[in-house]
């Protein structure tokens, strides 16, 4: 089924349920695909802050059994020897950009290596990230690796329980950021797949809800 709406040239042929692993229909995304995970277990770096107001706990993932049951396939899928290969397949289906994680987070090492891979073998993609797991020192240098791919994004997310993040990443925080200057996007208002200030990774951002 066509999303409605009128679809950017970076977006035409985009639809819904043509992905195995991917999914569309989050309203900030707008009409980029993402690839999600369940909450929680896969938040290594989960801070104060989170725990007490991760939104996944009041979102789709909440109120549709169906959402909470494709991210935890994906949970699966990300732990087998073929995820890369999955991932590929479903990536022949994108015009251009994906967002990872609007629910969970970079787990191990291992799950890292994998994103590495995939977006080695898809240069024409551009992929996004907000992760705390930057939080976990074992997890860091795999992200950091990660991020010195030209078409992946990593961007260090925090909030006020965090405290500030590495000097050699981007910022997206919750309100205000550590690092100046950040621009401010205002969800409820701003639709990424008309913005891409993030995907371009111009530079720090400040969520205001």
Known sequence: ????????PDFLGVEMGMFRLLSIGNSHLGLIPHFSLPRGVT????SEWCRQNCYCR???????QRVKDHYWRNYEASQSDDFVELMCE?????????RLHT???FYSAEYIR?????AKKNRRITFLAYTKSWRVPKLADELRELAKLKNFVVYASTDETTGPPPEDMLEAGVKKTYKKPAKACVKRKAICSSCLYC?????N???VF
Not at 1 to 8: D, E, F, I, T
Not at 114 to 118: D, F, L
Not at 199 to 203: H, N, T, V
């Open 1 to 8: 089924m066509p999303l409605r709406g009128l679809a950017p």
């Open 43 to 46: 938040c290594p770096g989960m």
């Open 58 to 64: 009041r979102g789709r993932q909440v109120a549709f």
């Open 90 to 98: 479903d990536l022949k289906k994108v015009p251009k950009f994906v």
């Open 103 to 105: 629910s969970g987070d």
């Open 114 to 118: 994998s994103w590495y891979e995939v």
């Open 199 to 203: 995907f371009r990774g111009k530079g």
């Open 205 to 207: 951002v400040a969520f």
